[in-house]
């Protein structure tokens, strides 16, 4: 094929490849070739390096673009402030201990400080964060984690991250006269069933009546204490009574708050 050099086209005639494209220095397996039509690409070594198909996509370690820029492989951004290196490494890898993430690296260090990471596992692959004693493939310290099944593990103190139990259900309420919460969490209702009896209906109901059931009931003008009597655990209620005094008497109660812990 005859080469063109001209002011309409320039330079015209050889599309190339990897191995030889068709700009080229002194280094004859390295420069641009053009692979398909609408198509740029870039060769190192005799390997393609980059390209950019005929959408204007920018492919990086691939030669299949799907994504305005779509990288295959390790990336780094990285933006320098004085002597402060600030720095977002992404890698993905494969292997028993590899891992998939997110490095965050500062203040000039060669490792990263944090990093967010999917660890895979036998069951699945596990969302964790860490902050310290980071290793090549992965974190040897937890700070944060989300496993296959969807439990949230963190370290609050616990010395390594541990399963959270939430309170599914909280509720401020008066017992008195009309019954009215006074602030609540997955509680829809109070209902009043007599003196010193409530049932306390879920927003969204326990997947099991086996939780623990905590709470607290004071009144003014009481002067021998109020407690929290009969719990009745039912997965999209729990009935509690207010009882007062050592004789364990049912009274309405000004102040009953409720939680739910699973």
């Known amino acids: 094929m005859a080469i063109t050099i001209n002011g309409t086209t320039g330079i015209a005639g050889v599309d190339g490849s990897a ?12 420069g641009i070739f053009f692979p398909a039509a609408d198509t740029i690409a870039f060769a190192e070594g005799g390997v393609e390096a980059m390209r950019i198909d005929s959408s204007g996509n920018v492919g990086i370690g691939t030669s299949s673009p799907g994504a305005k820029l779509d990288v295959n492989g390790p ?6 402030t004085g002597t402060t290196r600030l720095g977002i490494t992404v890698r993905g890898s494969s292997g028993a201990t590899d891992y998939s993430g997110i490095d965050f690296i500062g203040n000039n260090q060669t490792n990263p400080l944090a990093r967010i990471a999917v660890l895979s596992t036998g069951g699945g692959s596990t969302l964790s964060f860490g902050t310290s ?7 040897t310290n937890t700070a944060v984690s989300i496993d296959p099944t969807g439990v949230f593990a963190f370290n609050s103190g ?19 006269g009309t019954v009215a919460i006074r602030a609540s969490g997955n509680v829809t209702s109070i209902t009043d069933n007599g003196t ?3 049932t306390v209906n879920f927003t969204t109901a326990m997947p ?3 939780y623990s059931t905590t709470g607290t009931a004071r009144s003014s003008g009481v002067s021998n204490g109020m ?6 655990p039912a997965t999209s209620s729990v009935n509690v009574g207010t009882t007062s005094g050592s004789a364990n008497v049912s009274l309405d109660t000004s102040e009953v708050c409720v939680a739910i812990f699973r």
């Open 75 to 80: 990336a780094s951004v990285t933006s320098f």
């Open 196 to 198: 010193g009896n409530y």
């Open 133 to 139: 004693n980071i290793y090549a493939n992965g974190i």
């Open 227 to 232: 407690s929290l009597g009969t719990i009745t």
């Open 208 to 210: 099991d009546a086996n």
């Open 158 to 176: 616990y010395g390594s991250a541990a399963t959270a139990y939430g309170c599914r259900a909280w509720v401020n309420f008066n017992g008195t």
């Open 19 to 30: 191995g030889t494209p068709a700009i080229q220095g002194s280094d004859s397996n390295t």
